[in-house]
């Protein structure tokens, strides 16, 4: 008999907690897809709240369609973050991965929001309810063997989500707003390791945008019978900019971003 939500929930909680990794769920269960997974973010949710964590936010992932192939999963995904998993950071900080099963690290522009997103608002409208933008790194992780699975195990594992470390948060004006979704779109961001770049993109590579991103989030969870629209409050972490790197301890990586007024960020892992 296939597995239940709950109990998918539970041993994907279990083999994170542990740094423990496991078969990916459709190997099991080739009827376990993308649809059968969404219960599965709900019943994380309550298993973390359960243990006293507070919801946060949320991360989208794939939202970039130059690493689709890289992965073999070929639509955004998304999962709660916490406030167990959610850090501001100041540039040159230290900070801990190594308690993640193959940790990776992406560059993501954040949004917070002031207002409640709803179904069927217009970019702009979007745009008009973000209270703060920021250049933050998303530390994400497989339970899986080597990063192989398919876009429901992705979500049966929170999205992949392990850590996400905000940079400085830039509170938006009016007019800010009203150029919001064409700046984020043609910002720049340059990776770097060591001090040597290793790749670089733009806003442009989350599905056009970060708004764009966002836009794609309120359309998901419109038709998503077993989880919350999004709410004022909350912070949105929009995807990788550029590919996903592997992370090691004693690394430090760090960002240059060009075209848009954020700081870069740099962290040391340990």
């Not at 359309?219 to 550029?242: S, Y």
Request: hydrophobic share 45%; charged share 20%.
């Amino acid at each position: 008999m296939p597995a239940s939500p709950s109990e998918i929930a539970a041993e994907s909680l279990v083999a994170l907690d542990t740094r423990r990794q496991i078969a990916p769920f459709v190997a099991c269960d080739a009827g376990f897809d993308v649809e059968a997974a969404r219960p599965v973010i709900a019943a994380l949710r309550a298993l973390r709240a359960a243990r006293g964590e507070t919801p946060v936010g949320r991360k989208i992932g794939f939202t970039n369609r130059g690493i689709w192939d890289e992965y073999g999963v070929y639509a955004p995904i998304w999962g709660h973050m916490y406030d167990t998993t959610v850090h501001d950071v100041s540039p040159g900080e230290t900070v801990t991965v190594s308690h993640l099963p193959e940790p990776r690290i992406e560059p993501e522009i954040v949004l917070g929001l002031g207002g409640d997103l709803r179904p069927g608002m217009d970019l702009a409208a979007i745009a008009g309810a973000i209270d703060w933008v920021a250049h933050g790194f998303e530390i994400v992780q497989s339970i899986y063997p080597g990063w192989a699975f398919a876009a429901a195990d992705c979500i049966a594992d929170g999205g992949l989500h392990g850590a996400l470390l905000v940079g400085p948060r830039r509170c938006l004006s009016d007019a800010e707003r009203a150029t919001l979704v064409k700046d984020l779109s043609a910002l720049r961001v340059t990776l770097l390791r060591d001090g040597a770049a290793v790749d670089s993109g733009s806003g442009a590579n989350v599905l056009d945008g970060p708004l764009q991103a966002l836009s794609h989030l309120v359309a998901v969870l419109a038709d998503d019978p077993f989880n919350p629209p999004l709410a004022a409050g909350e912070m949105v972490t929009t995807g990788t900019m550029t590919r996903a790197f592997p992370v090691r301890p004693g690394e430090t990586w760090a960002t240059a971003i060009e075209g848009y007024p954020l700081p870069g960020l740099s962290v040391t892992l340990r």
